[in-house]
């Protein structure tokens, strides 16, 4: 009772209590041993009807008090244990007041402690679920806080990325104005306006289907072809339908505008970027950002530091990994590879 309840926590002067009177009733098996050598067998049975007398008051007054604890088990533990008390009782009168029983009287007190024994065993189960469904729970917090906290990451990612792009954006739309390339301008504006809607559209949902990011995608990558003056080519290869995919809006525009930026920028001759969608099964998708620019290390050389490209990863990482367990994200240089072009692989692999 004491530990099914945590009585230590919830009432601690009584568990003091209950700890002294569980040796002082120990005191007293020895005693009865020991007084059945010296006494006869009527003097032991009056001792004995003084102690259980003592246990049932004791067990009562034990139950009135357990019973203010707020805990499933308490209820069970107080009838196993008020059986096994009566029983008892009921062991002792008919010793008491018979002999000429066809069996032992003690067979109500037997009984009586397999069916305590049996409610407790129940006790002891509804708080190992109750352990068991406490923990799962936390686990779920925990979940739900990494994920908040994840989201909470990309508003800031979003806050220090979207004005510098909006910047050189409208910077670029601004000298097509100047230069009176009016037919360009409206062409870049219509592409901007574009992609900005569907971001504030997709700003909100924690998931959006793989492809309306592939339309957002687009859009960015014909924004930034303007921007290098059609400098690099791109293509998509995927299958027909990617509607029932569901992955983070805004996933893949961090690792394309690094592949542009500090990849393809800086390379000189054919510019390539391409992105390749499979299905190794029907519980999995694949997607690929393959570019031929300097690669990893040189971009590292020229940029000083990857802080906030890691960042960007990083970030993205844990919101692809929050959706499910099994999701991974891996960044490659090709220039570990003999048999291919300098440049950058992001392979990011998501399970439904």
């Not at 009865?32 to 009562?60: C, N, Q, Y």
């Not at 244990?81 to 003690?106: G, K, P, R, T, W």
């Not at 097509?176 to 009016?182: A, C, E, F, P, V």
């Amino acid at each position: 009772m004491r530990e099914l309840l945590e009585t230590k926590r919830y009432i601690p002067t009584w568990d003091f209590v209950l700890n002294v009177t569980k040796w002082v009733f120990i005191s007293f098996i020895f005693l009865i041993g020991i007084l059945d050598v010296f006494v006869s067998p009527k003097e032991l049975f009056v001792f004995v009807t003084i102690v259980l007398i003592l246990m049932t008051v004791f067990a009562f007054v034990s139950y009135f008090v357990v019973y203010k604890i707020e805990a499933s088990q308490v209820k069970l533990l107080i009838v196993g244990s008020f059986i096994y008390v009566i029983m008892a009782n009921i062991s002792l009168y008919f010793s008491s007041v018979s002999n000429d029983l066809l069996y032992d009287s003690i067979i109500f007190m037997e009984i009586g402690a397999i069916l305590e024994i049996l409610i407790f065993a129940l006790a002891i189960g509804n708080k190992i679920k109750k352990i068991s469904d406490d923990k799962k729970e936390t686990q779920l917090r925990l979940m739900r806080s990494s994920l908040e906290a994840s989201e909470l990451k990309l508003i800031a990612l979003k806050t220090q990325m979207n004005p510098h792009f909006i910047f050189n954006v409208l910077n670029s739309i601004n000298n097509y104005i100047l230069k009176n390339d009016i037919e360009k301008a409206s062409d870049y504006l219509t592409k901007f306006s574009k992609l900005i809607r569907r971001v504030l559209k997709n700003s909100t949902e924690r998931t959006i289907s793989l492809s309306q990011e592939l339309e957002i995608v687009k859009s960015y990558i014909e924004l930034e072809k303007l921007r290098m003056k059609n400098d690099f080519s791109f293509y998509f290869e995927k299958p027909a339908d990617l509607s029932k995919i569901q992955i983070p809006p805004l996933c893949l525009q961090p690792f394309i505008e690094n592949a542009i930026w500090h990849g393809l920028h800086h390379k000189k001759g054919e510019k390539l970027l391409k992105i390749k969608i499979c299905q190794p099964d029907k519980h999995s998708v694949k997607i690929i950002i393959i570019d031929n620019g300097i690669g990893i290390k040189k971009a590292a050389e020229l940029r000083n530091t990857l802080d906030n490209c890691s960042f960007g990863s990083k970030v993205t990482r844990e919101r692809i990994v929050a959706m499910h367990p099994k999701n991974s994200l891996f960044i490659e240089n090709f220039e570990k590879e003999n048999t291919l072009d300098p440049g950058t692989k992001v392979t990011i692999h998501l399970h439904k």
